[in-house]
């Protein structure tokens, strides 16, 4: 993106966010920008008619004198003011742009589909876009305020020591060029360099993760990867310095005979400035001659180093503008309203679907029927594509050929939103939130939290009451460990929560990815009890690899293998065909007998 068009955009992004604040902050800017200029022209003027007071020989004081003192007192108490304005201006506009532009940010990635979170070029976007976003945009704009004084600040001076010697004002003006070009050159480099970093960032954060997070603690320890991940981490950041020391090296030194180019255009002036003063004998012209030379050369450096940061910055902010244009599938007005409970059913008609970025295709003309209140099951060795079906079910993809039809409508006939409110699901990786009980529960249905009583019916179907009424708050207790008074549960307890969650949607759909697998017998034996007068009233999809859970729930039981249907009946129906189902459930029925596995009769 064009540097202009990004100066542009920030402007009218900030336009927008805070305009009264940004309005202030440029009068602000500009009014005290001309304040230096004043000063020198107070201060030379005062210092001229204090000698020719002085000159006057009464050695009393004299009303010139006291203009001259209040003159002074004068200019810098409005350049004491304007700077507190200023500051005070500037904390609060900081801290508004920074979280508007972050919540812009968040409000951008809830409108990002799954595939753009398991594409690692869009997730590198997201990480640059977020390593900027609270402080560039406002870097961009006081950066661009900075210079505008400074060049008001420089213009004002240089006017007043134009008219003094064109010559001296010129050898000034462009002593800080050379250095300045050089920052900019220096900024596009660094820019470049940390581009081409995202990849190693993510994985750094990565290892700082695992190394400081909670989850992953045991393992790290019991294993002994400590060591590992740390050499890893040292690694990448060693790396990383010896590019910085390369290239802050060789900037040194372009900076450093740079600057004496400067240094020597600065003499010149000031050479020119002593012969003037020593030739026409202005005092108070000389004292202003010494105070712009400061002056222009602090706003000149402020100028340069302001324009390298502005472009600096605004290369981030193409990052940020990247991720903010990032196109994202317009979502089609809803056609039917999603039927709050089924007529007649799910099909996936033909259905295959290959993930983006890879060639083998993991579902392959996939034909599948769940009639409406009942409870079907989906049976398959890992990576047989179950998972899949579920993101497709709830559009996180979309089939690559086939149609999915809910009561005979197409799937994306429905408006999203509508969909996924008809639909609850029970990750396999489901979540586990640092949050209350109640909220761990009540999240299935937002709009439903503070429904205390629907939330408490939820936990007793999950059999999760049990031991949620004995923690100190009861539903109300924080679960989890990362806050203060959390109290952690057990894998199996999660799952329990979890599965309470689902229920409290109370949807048309059910989807349950494994919702037995850390859950003991017992528990088991009562969820699946509950599940069926449960499955009476919605249509069930249920995952699972323990042949008990699919035996005891389901209606009916599909059997896939390779993303395509292999079998499919009661359970009696596919044990008497002696097919794959029969052999899987019979290899697991061995495991709980003491005879030995080939007494199991085939
Ligand atoms: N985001 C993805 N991108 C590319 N391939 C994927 C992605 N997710 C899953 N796959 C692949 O798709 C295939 C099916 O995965 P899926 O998760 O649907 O299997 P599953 O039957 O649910 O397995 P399990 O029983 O282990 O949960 C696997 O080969 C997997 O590697």
Redesign the pocket.
Known sequence: MNRLKVLLRTMRLMATLAPGKVLAAALLAVAGALLPAASVAILSWSLQLLVEEARGGSGAWTGGATVAVLALATASTLTFLFAVGQRYNETLLRQRLGNAVIDRVLAKVLTLELRHF?DAAVYDSLERAKAGARSRPHQVFAGLLATVSSLVTIGSVAALLLSWSPLAAALMLVSPAPLAIAQVVHHRTRWRVEYARSADQRRLFYLEYLLTNDKAYKEIRLFGLGPLFRRRYAAVVDGFYDVDRRLEGRHAVACALLAMCGAVAVGLALLLMVQDAVRTGQAGQFAGYVTSVVLIQTSMRAFFEGVAKLYDDSLYLCNLFEFLDLPVQERRPSVAPFPGSLRKGIEFRDVSFT????DTP?LDHFNLFLPAGRCVALV??????????VKLLTRFYEPTEGVILVDDVPLAAYGLDDLRKHVSVMF?DFMEYEAPARENIGFGRVENMSDRPGVRRAAERAGALSFLDPLPSGLDTTLGRWFEGGRELSGGQWQKVALARTFFRAAAINVL??PAAAIDAAAEAELFARLTNAAARSTTLL?A?RFSTVRAAADHIVVIDAGRVVEEGGHHELIATGGLYARLFRLQAAGYQDEPSDAVPR
């Open positions: 398991e993930y983006p970025g890879t993991v398959g060795a890992n990576g047989a594509g179950k998972s899949t079906i396999q990815d494994e995952i690899h």
